[in-house]
């Protein structure tokens, strides 16, 4: 069993911020930032592109809510919603959750860094579009 089947099953204790019949909201044990939230389905999905539709937008709406409640409870100035998916993109567990990160200052410990275009986006597009 994965360690966040785990965390819903009960048997390994968290800091549980929101919790329904379908999914569960915990503090990061990491705290990247003052408030750092994992929001996830209780059933199992080893990444968001997994989920059946429905079920992955019900899971994002309850990050918006549970977004806007964060940022407003804590003072955040935003926040960033970061879905990881296959290790190769930084999922470290599998199993389908969304990092809640609350920001406070352009100083924070929170990093993004995006390169410049070297790609051909036609081409891109083409791929894409399966032409």
């Not at 390994?12 to 019949?21: H, L, N, R, T, W």
């Not at 592109?49 to 918006?64: D, H």
């Not at 809510?65 to 296959?86: H, M, P, V, Y």
């Amino acid at each position: 069993m994965c360690i966040f089947c785990e965390i819903v099953a009960g048997n390994i204790p968290s800091a549980k911020i929101y919790e329904d019949d379908s999914h569960l909201a915990i503090l990061d044990i990491s705290q990247t930032t003052y408030g750092h939230t994992l929001v996830m389905p209780k059933k199992h999905y080893d990444n968001y592109l997994s989920m059946p539709k429905e079920e992955a937008q019900e899971l994002m709406g309850l990050v918006n809510e549970l977004g806007n409640r964060i940022i407003s409870s804590l003072d955040a100035k935003g926040c960033n919603i970061l879905i990881n998916t296959n290790e190769v993109a930084g999922q470290s567990v599998n199993h389908t959750h969304v990092h809640i990160i609350p920001r406070y200052s352009k100083d924070d410990t929170v990093r993004f860094t995006f390169s410049e275009n070297k790609y051909n986006l036609e081409e891109v597009l083409n791929k894409i579009k399966g032409k």
